[in-house]
Nanobody, 118 residues
């Protein structure tokens, strides 16, 4: 079992910044990739950014140049630095971890709310 906990969400004004954290604990084993997703009211959940075990990174077009995904392997934590935030970035942000500990697993966190508003 792997526990996934997101933190760092909140209310921020347009143009501001936030840093989200995704901390994993438990039987982590080998992590294949960790992704950040978001879901706004009335919309489907979509990928924001993903980082693989060998360091490959991909971003949604809407966040390229503004968001940065990174990781601290020693802390089993992945971060999402969000700059120049826009009202359309408002959503619940979820962390997803895919890896193998004996067998392949796929876990989601409970989500953290990000609201961009003046």
């Amino acid at each position: 079992q792997v526990q996934v906990v997101e933190s760092g969400g909140g209310l921020v004004q347009p143009g501001g910044s936030l840093r989200l954290s995704c901390a994993a604990s438990g039987n982590i084993g080998n992590v294949y990739y960790t992704g950040w997703y978001r879901q706004a009211p009335g919309k489907q959940r979509g990928l924001v950014a993903v980082i693989t075990n060998d360091g490959n990174i991909n971003y949604a077009d809407s966040v390229k140049g503004r968001f940065t995904i990174s990781r601290d392997n020693a802390k089993n934590t992945v971060y999402l630095q969000m700059n120049t935030l826009k009202p359309e970035d408002t959503a619940v942000y979820y962390c997803n971890i895919n890896g193998r500990y004996g067998r392949v697993y796929d876990y989601w966190g409970q989500g953290t709310q990000v609201t961009v508003s003046s």
